[in-house]
C-alpha cells in the first residue's frame, strides 16, 4: 500500500508544478510591456508615487539652519510653521510644507527636505553644517545681502548648494525686498529681467497728496545712512553733488541727525524734500535694498545709484538714475529742473495710478519648488558658487565723480 500511495504522488507532484508553471508563465506575460504596457507604466507611477506626486498632495519640510541676523525666526510668524500657516499667514498657492528653526523637530537633520544656510551670516560654531546628508536633500543658499556682505569663505563650498534664494533675477527663487502689481490685473509686473509696463502719460499728469504738499517742499534733497565707506562709494557720489546744490545728510555719514523712531524723520521726506538719495553700498547685479521701496510708499523722488538696470525693477519715469548722467553737474541740472516745474515734479508719480507694492515670501516658491516632479531630487549643484556670486558686482560707473574714474 505504501508504494502505491507514492507512486500516486509521483504524478499528483508532476502535475501541480506543472499547473504552477503554466499560471507563472502565464502571470510573467501578463506583466510584460510586449501584451501590458500600460500596466507596466501604471505599476511604476504607483511604486514611485513619493516623488511624481502632484502638487496637492505630500508635506514638504525645511529646516532654517542659522539665525537671519539674530532673527531665529528669519521675521516670520513663529519659530515653526505648518501647512494652515503656509496657506493663511504667507498666502501662498502651494502651501503643503512645514518650515521650523529647531534642528530637533524631525528625528534627523537628513530627514528635511530642503535646508537653508543664510550666508551673510557664518555657520554656527558649535555645528558648522549637517554631518550626514542625502542625495535627495536640497541646500537653499539663501541671502539678501551684497556679496560684500558675505560672511563665508564660499571656496570652501563648492558642490556643496543646489538652489539659490537671493534678489539675483538669475536665482532659482528670487526674493526681493518688494513686487510691483498691477492693480487691475493683480499680476506682478517687477521685478523681473523684462517686465510689461505701461507707458506714462505724456502730459497733465497730477497726484492730489503730491500736490498738497508741493509749497511745504521747500527743500532739494536728503539722505538717511549710517553705513560709511561703502565700496561703490556712494558718499563720494553725495559730496560731489554738494558742490552744485544742497544735499542734507542724517545719521552717522553726515552732520545731521534723527532719533531713530522719531515719527518727524520720514514725514519729513513728505513734507520737507523733493529728492532722496536711495544709493546702494555695492554695484551689483539686481541689488535694491529695502530702503529704495521704503522711499517709494513715500511723496518723494527717489534718485538711484547701483549696479542695476532699474526697469527691471521699476516704472517708466518714476525715478532719477544717477548713472543716465555723464556728470555730477549735469545730473545736479535735472534736479534743478524737476524741482522748480512742479508739472514735471507731478509726472513721476503717474504710476501710483497703475501699480501698487506688495511683499510675498519666498519661501512659498521653495515649497512650490519642492513639490515639483522630481524635486526632491538633487536635480542640479552649484560646482562654482563663489564664481556665481562674486562676479556680479563691479566698481566702475558711468557718472563721473572722481577724477580718478573711468567709465564702462
Known amino acids: 500500500m505504501a508504494s502505491r500511495a507514492g507512486w500516486f504522488r509521483g504524478p499528483s507532484l508532476l502535475l501541480a508544478l506543472l499547473l504552477l508553471g503554466t499560471v507563472l508563465g502565464l502571470y510573467k506575460l501578463s506583466r510584460s510591456p510586449l501584451v501590458n504596457q500600460y500596466g507596466v507604466l501604471q505599476d511604476y507611477l504607483e511604486s514611485n508615487r513619493p516623488e511624481t506626486e502632484s502638487l496637492a498632495t505630500g508635506t514638504r519640510s525645511i529646516l532654517l539652519w542659522s539665525e537671519f541676523f539674530g532673527d531665529p525666526r528669519w521675521s516670520l510668524p513663529g519659530d515653526t510653521l505648518g501647512t494652515q500657516d503656509f496657506r493663511d499667514e504667507l498666502k501662498c498657492p502651494v502651501y503643503q510644507c512645514e518650515l521650523t528653526n529647531n534642528h530637533d523637530f524631525l528625528p534627523s ?78 499680476a506682478i509686473v517687477a521685478p523681473k529681467r523684462q517686465p510689461n509696463w505701461r507707458k506714462p502719460p505724456i502730459s497733465g499728469w497730477n497726484d492730489t497728496q503730491v500736490w498738497n504738499l508741493w509749497p511745504g517742499k521747500t527743500k532739494m534733497v536728503t539722505w538717511f545712512v549710517s553705513h560709511c565707506p561703502t565700496l561703490s562709494k556712494r558718499e563720494d557720489l553725495a559730496k560731489a553733488l554738494q558742490a552744485y546744490i544742497e ?3 542724517y545719521g552717522k555719514c553726515g552732520p545731521l541727525s534723527c532719533k531713530r523712531g522719531d515719527p518727524r524723520c520720514e514725514e519729513m521726506l513728505d513734507t520737507d524734500y523733493k529728492f532722496y538719495l536711495a544709493f546702494e553700498n555695492s554695484l551689483c547685479t539686481d541689488y535694491v535694498t529695502e530702503k529704495l521701496f521704503g522711499v517709494l510708499h513715500r511723496n518723494i523722488i527717489p534718485i538711484v545709484f547701483g549696479g542695476v538696470d532699474y526697469a527691471r525693477f521699476l516704472p517708466p519715469h518714476s525715478y532719477i538714475d544717477a548713472n543716465q548722467f555723464d556728470t555730477v ?10 524741482a522748480s516745474n512742479v508739472e514735471e515734479y507731478m509726472s513721476y508719480f503717474w504710476w501710483r495710478e497703475y501699480y501698487e507694492l506688495a511683499t510675498f515670501s519666498p ?26 556670486w562674486f562676479n556680479s558686482c563691479r566698481f566702475k560707473t558711468h557718472i563721473q565723480f572722481a577724477a580718478s574714474q573711468t567709465r564702462d
Open 109 to 186: 537633520l537628513d530627514m528635511y527636505d530642503a535646508i537653508v544656510f543664510h550666508v551673510a551670516e557664518p555657520f554656527p560654531f558649535l555645528e558648522s553644517v549637517p554631518s550626514r546628508r542625502r542625495p535627495q536633500q536640497t541646500y537653499v543658499f539663501a541671502t539678501m545681502e551684497s556679496p560684500g556682505e558675505t560672511k563665508h569663505q564660499l571656496s570652501n563650498e563648492q558642490n556643496f548648494y543646489n538652489l539659490t534664494m537671493t534678489y539675483r533675477l538669475d536665482s532659482d527663487i528670487v526674493w526681493p525686498y518688494d513686487h510691483f502689481i498691477d492693480k487691475e490685473t493683480q
Open 363 to 388: 519661501f512659498c516658491e521653495l515649497c512650490e519648488h519642492l513639490h515639483r516632479p522630481g524635486g526632491r531630487h538633487r536635480m542640479q549643484v552649484y560646482n562654482d558658487i563663489e564664481a556665481w
Open 329 to 338: 553737474e549735469l545730473l545736479a541740472a535735472h534736479l534743478e529742473f524737476v
Open 247 to 249: 544735499v542734507d545728510i
